[in-house]
């Protein structure tokens, strides 16, 4: 079946730097992607829909200069947050629609294995 | 605004029992409704699709209803297996190919 993979798995980082997280679709393409949050003990929250070609779409409140969103291929979009602070520590969870992901009409997504990022 | 609340309780359930999870919303029309499966550090899987005009939908041991009157989903595992233990997780979405809005997720822990 369709894979979407993550990169790093888990990352800790200093406040203050840069951390970039990469999301693979493995043998489909994908011109959509989405990336989520996801706190401890909450449910996943949207952060912004990542098109290929073109810049992303971000939900209300999440700051566009702080987590950018690179889709520059079929099978790759990038996350990177930008001076973290321990506040964005949380799990970074993307996902896309596979060709054959569409069941009943909808949107089925297969999720990547998530990114845990940590910042001291 | 919109809400979907799924029972934040851990549900612990005896094996062979059937457990039986909620998916409650309000201020929302959803089109279709989603089940996933989430393992602890892991991404969610999906499990079960049901649209508006549906009532009911069975997988294996899985079965969903979705009543739009009640703006309610009931999502079902019969003969249930510790295996089975995970955080389940509902979502709904407008329309074929909008984004999905997530609940809190239920855990379920099947003893044996």
């Known amino acids: 079946g369709a894979v979407v993979s993550q990169h790093p798995s888990w990352v800790i980082c200093k406040s203050g730097t840069s951390v970039k997280i990469e999301c693979r679709s493995l043998?489909?393409?994908?011109?959509?992607m989405f990336w989520y949050r996801q706190f401890p003990k909450q449910s996943l929250m949207l952060m912004a829909t990542?098109?290929?070609?073109?810049?992303?779409?971000?939900e209300q409140g999440v700051e566009k200069d702080k987590f950018l969103i690179n889709h520059a291929s079929l099978t790759l979009s990038t996350l990177t947050v930008t001076s973290a602070h321990p506040e964005d520590s949380s799990f970074y969870i993307c996902s896309a629609t596979p060709r054959g992901g569409i069941h009943s009409g909808a949107n089925v997504l297969t999720f990547g294995a998530g990114s845990r990022l940590t910042v001291l | 605004s919109q809400k979907i609340e799924q029972n934040s309780e851990a549900l612990n359930i005896q094996e062979g029992k059937t457990a039986t999870l909620t998916c409650n919303y309000t201020?929302?029309?959803?089109?279709?409704l989603q089940w996933y499966r989430q393992d602890p550090g892991r991404g969610p899987v999906f499990l079960l699709l049901i649209r508006e005009n549906e009532k009911e939908k069975r997988k294996e041991r899985l079965k969903v209803t979705f009543d739009t009157t009640l703006k309610q989903s009931l999502f079902h595992i019969t003969a249930s297996q510790p295996a089975d233990s995970a955080t389940y997780l509902c979502a709904l979405s407008r329309a074929a190919g909008n984004k999905l809005t997530f609940g809190g997720g239920t855990r379920v822990l099947v003893k044996p």
């Open positions: 201020n929302y029309s959803p089109a279709y």
């Open positions: 043998d489909f393409q994908a011109t959509t």
């Open positions: 990542s098109n290929e070609g073109s810049k992303a779409t971000y």
